[in-house]
């Protein structure tokens, strides 16, 4: 039977249209970007791992030196006196260089950066800093790790750095899952990029579990969400509770606290009113981690991630 061109486009634009009316609706329940879901009842006997840290560019704020002064008196310096009164708390440093910089401007706090560290409360990014990856050659990017990873575990023996961090700088090179895996790095954070977890793979089949909060600041922004914390935390852990329960993974969800500049601030406050009506509202516990920490709770075998295979230019 024929049908008539004017009728025949008219049915494959409607069959387009209905595809893309499917595809938001789908995406708006099932993703946790611009979900509509108010249950959270998956993550009632789970957790929220609250991944604390501070965006640090190398001289984007300021001058380098005024960056390098800022992270010493306003991350670090903060964040180990905070670790000192509460036993709980976590901090994450995105890169290698911090250290470098900070030890030193302050090599008497090597014992102290060493002891929090060892405990798994403290945590440095596997590479030297947090590169546009797709801009250098291989060797370049080897020796992020070699002045990263390698460096950290001379400077801090004992310790494991398992985490990439790169969460501002948009693009990923072709090899790069593959150099962090030779290299014996696990776990990308990542940034600006479909809010997920997933397993991004290198060509030869290496890969490393990644997750984004969509843009690194979301977290921060979700619990400032006007001036209701409360409200903007339970919004966030709708958001993501159908995507967990579709993925089969373990109800341990990151939360990352992060802006640029933003210095270290100990929410033991929230949390003690939280998780005192957790519990009978069927809500999770929040508690401090590092993010190597949220990675291995969500690094399970039955669990269906979603793959990545390819530069992301």
């Not at 290698?96 to 030890?103: P, Q, T």
């Not at 690194?216 to 209701?228: F, K, P």
């Not at 809500?283 to 690094?299: G, N, R, S, V, W």
């Amino acid at each position: 039977m024929k049908i008539n061109k004017t009728i025949r486009t008219i049915l494959i634009l409607n069959m387009v249209l209905l595809g893309f009316v499917d595809i938001a609706n789908a995406q708006s329940i099932y993703g946790p970007s611009g979900s509509t879901n108010t249950n959270h009842s998956f993550f009632k006997n789970g957790v929220v791992n609250v991944v604390s840290s501070s965006h640090q560019d190398i001289a984007w704020m300021d001058s380098i030196a005024a960056c390098e002064k800022f992270r010493d008196e306003h991350m670090i310096t903060p964040a180990l006196e905070i670790m000192k009164i509460n036993p709980d708390y976590c901090f994450s440093i995105e890169d290698a260089l911090s250290l470098r910089e900070y030890l030193k401007r302050h090599p008497e706090r090597h014992y102290d950066i060493l002891k929090y560290a060892k405990e798994g409360r403290l945590e440095f990014g596997a590479t030297y800093n947090m590169p546009y990856e797709s801009m250098y050659d291989g060797e370049a990017l080897i020796r992020e790790l070699y002045l990263g990873k390698k460096w950290l575990q001379k400077t801090l023996p004992g310790c494991e750095f398992l985490t990439d961090w790169n969460e501002d700088v948009p693009g990923t090179a072709l090899q790069w899952p593959q150099i962090l895996a030779k290299a014996g790095v696990k776990y990308l954070y990542n940034s600006r990029q479909e809010p997920g977890i997933y397993r991004w793979y290198s060509k030869d089949g290496s890969n490393v579990l990644m997750f984004t909060p969509g843009h690194y600041y979301n977290g921060s922004r979700a619990i400032d969400e006007g001036g209701d914390s409360a409200k903007g935390l339970s919004k966030y852990i709708n958001g993501w509770s159908v995507y967990f329960k579709a993925h089969k993974f373990k109800p341990a969800l990151p939360l990352l606290i992060t802006t640029d500049w933003n210095q270290p601030s100990d929410l033991h406050s929230f949390f003690q009113v939280w998780n005192s009506h957790a519990k009978r509202n069927d809500l999770p516990k929040l508690k401090y981690a590092i993010a190597a920490t949220t990675f291995k709770e969500l690094d399970a075998p039955n669990a269906s991630y979603q793959k990545l295979m390819g530069e992301r230019p």
